[in-house]
């Protein structure tokens, strides 16, 4: 049975990841990805740039790791680069704003991640051959990865990368070599990467969301290509403007509530993956404040729901179920009272034993006929969490019935929440 490696356990108890899309794009707002259009490096001064600030709204909201769009598509790169003139070092502001970055995450004791564009349309690199611009992509990595101290995590985006054929095993094993214990996302690399994409940009999962996959999406040009079977937990990222990654300010209509961010957790972390959430700072360099405050009021909700389960005793084993019960619940007849209200189950799975369920059921006790059971849920997969959203219901007692299961189970715990 495949299993996650220590890493890949550890990136999972991070759960939620706050994204920023900052770069040259963030000065010229209306361009789009491969639109082509020139953006002169000469327009960079984010004059009041402050990454701590960004790094208080990503604890606010429950982040534990940060991630930078160091080069993106366009080419410009965010650290004096020596292989680029299209660089921070070339503009009124001149400073290294990876650094800043990199400071600002261990300073909110943050998991560092840096985001990498393989493929670009901008810069003096465009006319390159294939092997000069793989060998300007490698020399790139390697300034980010030895001049910053360690770094969690490198985010290889495969948008633009459909196709190309870089030497996969060479350049894993060079970042390894720099950086023993980084975690890469995404396909770009093939057999080299620990984290793979969900598939689609709006921070869901499905409910049948395995930690093991033979089936790897590449981008959103891409729908998929069949590779052997390995263990590539999965992380789904969103936007808090959906109408662009950089800053778009205009489109305050755009912005996502703290509602359906709690449901993009309950979709994401509670199916067993991550979230990535991205903000945009502006051209000040700074988050905007309904940015601020959407991401604060997200964070709340998620503590306020899910901080404290209701009062049910430790989960046990009986005839083949995993129990809780309410200290009131009496097996027959008989009114209990402050049975807790409930509308959400938290389960998890010991996912470093293989994660091994694959279909189970919930089951309800009523406060007076409590020895008959309702049939409340059916779902697939549990993984790291597993969050069933039900209907408000008390309940004396809660079942769960593993109907499928690769080998024994091993659930690690079963607890009752409610969101009013």
């Not at 093991?212 to 936007?239: H, L, W, Y």
Request: with cysteine; aromatic share 12%.
């Amino acid at each position: 049975m495949l299993i996650p490696t220590k890493q890949q356990l550890e990136f999972l108890n991070w759960e939620i990841g706050a994204f920023f899309h900052f770069g040259i794009r963030s000065f010229f707002p209306g361009h789009e990805d491969w639109d082509g259009k020139p953006m002169p490096m000469e327009k960079f001064d984010p004059k009041e740039i402050n990454c701590d600030q960004w790094m208080e709204a990503a604890r606010t909201m429950g982040a534990t790791y940060a991630i930078m769009t160091c080069k993106h598509h366009d080419g410009f790169a965010l650290w004096p680069s020596r292989y680029t003139e299209y660089s921070v070092k070339n503009t009124p502001f001149g400073r290294d704003v990876v650094q800043l970055f990199v400071d600002a995450c261990r300073k909110a004791d943050m998991k560092v991640g840096l985001y990498y564009s393989p493929a670009q349309w901008g810069g003096e690199q465009a006319e390159m051959t294939d092997a000069e611009y793989e060998d300007y992509f490698i020399c790139q990595l390697s300034e980010l990865l030895t001049g910053y101290g360690k770094i969690d995590y490198l985010w290889l985006d495969g948008c633009g990368s459909e196709g190309k054929n870089f030497d996969h095993l060479s350049i894993t094993e060079k970042i390894r070599r720099l950086q023993p214990e980084i975690l890469i996302f995404g396909d770009v690399l093939k057999e080299g990467a620990d984290i793979r994409w969900i598939g689609n940009e709006e921070g869901v999962a499905d409910l049948d969301t395995h930690c093991v996959t033979d089936r790897i999406a590449f981008s959103v040009n891409d729908a998929g290509q069949k590779t052997e079977e390995k263990c590539m937990p999965a992380e789904c990222d969103m936007r808090l403007r959906f109408s662009s990654w950089f800053d778009c300010k205009e489109n305050e209509q755009d912005l996502t509530s703290a509602d359906e961010l709690m449901g993009n957790y309950e979709l994401s972390v509670g199916r067993g993956c991550n979230l990535l959430i991205n903000a945009g700072p502006n051209a000040r360099g700074l988050l905007h404040e309904s940015d601020v405050q959407v991401m604060r009021a997200f964070g709340e909700s998620v503590r306020k729901v899910y901080g404290q389960p209701h009062p049910y005793g430790e989960m046990k084993e009986e005839d083949g179920l995993y129990v809780i019960e309410h200290t009131s619940y009496k097996d027959g007849w008989g009114y209990s009272r402050g049975v807790p209200v409930i509308n959400r189950v938290m389960i998890r799975e010991d996912v470093a034993q293989g994660q091994r369920i694959r279909k189970f059921r919930l089951y309800a006790h009523l406060r007076v006929c409590k020895h008959d059971r309702v049939f409340l849920y059916e779902g697939c997969t549990v993984g790291h969490k597993h969050i069933a959203v039900l209907p408000a219901i008390a309940a004396s007692r809660i079942e769960m019935e593993i109907l499928e299961s690769d080998g024994e189970p091993h659930v690690l715990s079963l607890q009752a929440f409610y969101s009013g």
